[in-house]
């Protein structure tokens, strides 16, 4: 069978239905047992008004799926999002409730479908620490049930939920990492304003600090290298890009340089546990790149590439022995396909289209762009346009990303194809404060919500009109949480640029936002006062920039979606905003879920919002009339 990837068409592409964009993929999310002798994968199971994705598991025979696919997860009330083997017998993942991000840790038997919840504590959220790969029968999870604002490391029997602390929080404790025996060795504190690692040779040893730093100075461990002494890093010292370093505990100011990139932040390594040696290290630029270390890794990446031309390709599950993965192919107009691949045979057996019903040749490109802010600093992003249009006074829905502290990347974006299937080009800013692009662009973000941080999407706006590809009467503005707070600033800043505004799960009152985040996040409220504001000393600039309090200044028809579980915005930010408008009589929609948290997940809902949406960005954009639906 050839798989590549088909060219993009130039004619206008068909109008395909709603839920082809969202609804659950048959099967996704493909992961190998440690020994090859079965493989795990998600997929949707009815529940009567729609479906959710569960665990199935099948036997391997030579690496090729055989038999039939047994269920091995039953959950009705919302996705697994993900799961992991231990071991050859045993899938584990997690699940929370309604959105509340309180997440549980279950263990199930893959050969009788027995369960087990390894964390049952009401209102506490529980993680993977490390996996014990050597350790057949347990793992090292942190929850804060002990104290929520704190994060405990415990020992975990994964037939009994019997646990173990291993590492008790002092209250400062921001991170844990373990060596390769499964000890956790080093610890990363925080103040808030200041950030500290921690080191011990033995897990009977105290910690003590080897690392002292400001927190805008990251020295971030990945993992120890092969003989549990030196530690891996991505630090930032003394130069702008986080690079990748290997540190001596008992030399800690003297980091050995192993590889940097001048222009973008390192976002992690990897490491053969088998081989014991660095495999690669990867950054962002206007794509994903990776820089090998070892051969192996190296030439079998470029294997994967020939044979799968077209294609960016991942490895996304490995056995113990390294000698089978499972490869994602994929790109900015597809999900793509999902291959078994063997090392010794060269060869690979297609598991799966993660999409089938989007032909590859309907989506849109994505392609990178860079401008000017008004202050001199260079901007980069993405613009979509819709297929086989003139990109010339098109409608544009700007789409400013969430976090902030984080960025939109080049791949695969179900709501940018969505978007332009319907004839709008978007356009998606990696504004100041975005993350990957040096220390200096995401201190430049600091104190600036809402400010020169709003300023980077406006010049944007700016940017294209002056391209003539967006008509200037066509114009709106959709984001997420930090993003729905950017296009409620943008239409109280701005308000006769956009025609529509869509807010779903935004910020809408600094003040407010900062007395009502998660427990967990407090151990960093300092910082947030730096990064964002104190409120304060710095309250008359909150108050001018929190959109419920200028809602005097609005007068865009707007559209917002919140969760009414979500921990980290809460509803009343939403309720403040509607409420604020209802009194002046503008123009707004309210959608709220009982049964959603920070963004929806439910296939149900993601279906209605984005109906509503469409229905909406139609009504205040009218957008030139589209094809027929395909089929």
Known sequence: MNFHLVEQQDTIAPRYELRDFFQNPQRSAYALSDDGSMIGFLQPINVGHATRLNVFVQALDQGKPIGTPKQITHETERDVDGFFWKGPNTIVYAKDFN????????????????????????????????????????????????????????????????????????????????????TVRLAIASDGLHTAVLHRRHDTDEFSVIIQ??????????????????????????????????????????????????????????????RHVLTAAYFEAD??????FDEISAIRHQRLKDLLP???????????DEKTFVVAAYSDRTPGHRFIYHDETQQLHHLGEINPKLNPAHMASMRPIRFTARDGLEIHGYLTLPVGMEPRDLPVVVNPHGGPWARDSWGFNPEVQFLANRGYAVLQINFRGSTGY??????????????????????????????????????????????????????CKTPDVYAAAIDYVGVSNLLTFMQTIPPYWRPLLEKMYTMVGHPEKDRERLEATSPALNAQHIKTPLFIAQGAQDPRVNKAESDQMVNALKARHVEVEYMVKENEGHGFQNEENKFEFYERMEQFLEQHLQPKPRRKTHK
């Open 213 to 274: 730093t400001d927190f805008r100075t990251d020295v971030n461990p990945q993992f120890f290298d092969k003989d549990n002494q030196k530690f891996y890093a991505l630090s930032n010292r003394g130069r702008d890009t986080a690079a990748l370093v290997l540190i001596d505990p008992n030399q800690p100011e003297q980091e050995q340089l192993i590889f940097e990139n001048a222009k973008y932040d390192l976002l992690g390594a990897g490491y053969s546990r088998l």
């Open 99 to 182: 959105g509340d991000e309180n997440y549980h840790v279950l263990a199930v038997d893959a050969q009788t479908g027995k369960s087990k919840d390894l964390t049952p504590f009401e209102g506490a959220r529980a993680g993977i620490q490390d996996d014990l790969e050597d350790d057949p029968d347990h793992l090292l999870i942190a929850h804060n049930a002990r104290n929520p604002e704190a994060f405990d490391v415990y020992r975990v029997n994964i037939h009994t939920g019997d646990q173990q602390a291993v590492a008790q929080n002092p209250g400062n404790i921001i991170g844990w990492q373990t060596d390769h025996q499964g």
């Open 310 to 320: 077209g294609y960016e390709v991942s490895l996304q599950s490995a056995t113990r």
């Open 287 to 292: 794509k994903l790149h990776y820089h090998f």
């Open 438 to 491: 040096g220390r200096r662009f995401w201190e430049a973000s600091f104190g600036q919500w809402g400010l020169s941080m709003q300023d980077d999407i406006s010049d944007g706006v700016a940017w294209l009109l002056k391209q003539r590809i967006a008509d200037p009467n066509k114009l709106a503005i959709y984001g997420g949480s930090y993003g729905g707070y950017a296009t409620l600033m943008a239409i």
